[in-house]
């Protein structure tokens, strides 16, 4: 029997996914090991949300083949750069990849569709994946270009997983999107009837209306999903990652409020506290209207707890737009940041069309003032908790 490796970078979806590529390995006869000396194939599911985590995969390739050459193991690359290579119009990444990593495979996450089940280590907490993929095309963010569009899973099928994880004995559920919030959009706007939807027990509702790229309004399923997952007994604990500001519903915030094993803990990634940068970013709200947002959820949930992603240095912020996000992680009082210095990422509108004009010592002087802020104030609040970051 053939032996396989899996080695993981980056965020939880490619926790969910890696967790679906042990069963699609499993199921054409190969059995996992611990070690990668072992292995006959070793798959690698890719990070390139920063230019670090990219460099990072390259860095495990090398070392790898320094060991074994490509007759006697096998590398599989799958995951973000495989998806950012396929979606690439230029060619450049596919030359890249050639150049630097010549003797790969490559495997399209698509290729491991649902059919395969997430095989998981943790009996207690799942991962549940409910869309991949994003249509927001915030100017830094790589995701639209390494995972496609937002397609958002059958809501039934989404029920018919977390249903079967509770019957296992499952009491702790995170939803799983780059999007939660807007979720069920594409389900909704590709049914016959958009004034109406069936949930899987056969009742009715009117889709959530939600803002979009601040121009137009779409309908979102996300309330209704949440509700029908925390309704459920034997569930202790529900939450979500990643939401935006912007598809942030009054539904969603009652239907937090009114079940109590929904997470007190709410991710929401603000990126940045200068509406100047927001904006250069392509986020939907401002500075003004993060701070009513959290407001609104601090009122209806008092007990709420908020993390945050931001990303310092981006180009064209100033010292004064650094100071209003300083400004604004105190107003808020995050118990913690998942804080990134930004670095340009292939095919985004600020890699084409804005200058990285910060060294990156200053980013990492901002980076250390926000950590030093929030995360060392807050140290040993986040335990127990699944800490995520959107990006
Ligand atoms: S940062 Fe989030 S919302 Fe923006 S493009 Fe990336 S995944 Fe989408």
Redesign the pocket.
Known sequence: MKKFFIKTFGCQQNVADSERIVSYYESRGYEQVNEKDEADIIVINTCMIRDMAEERVYGYIRNLRKKKSADEQEIILTGCVVGAAARDTSGVMKKKLEKRIPDVQLLPIEEVGFEYSQKRKNKQHAWVVISNG?????T?????FS?GK?ISRPFAEIMDEVNNLVEEGYTSITLLG??VNSYGSDLVLNSENEESFELPDGKKVSPVMVQHLGRERIPTLFPFLLESVAKIKELESVSFV?S?PWDFSDELIDVMAKYENIDRLLHL?V?SGSSKIIKA???WYTREEYIALTEKIKKVIPEIKIST?IIVGFPGETEEDFEETVDLAKKIGFVKVFAACYSPRPNTVASKNLVDDLSWQEKKRRYHVLNDLINKRNMGVSKGSNWVR??
């Open positions: 994003c249509n927001n095309f915030c830094f963010c790589i995701v639209p995972r937002e780059q999007n990643s935006n990634p990126q970013m392509n986020r992603d959107e990006r």
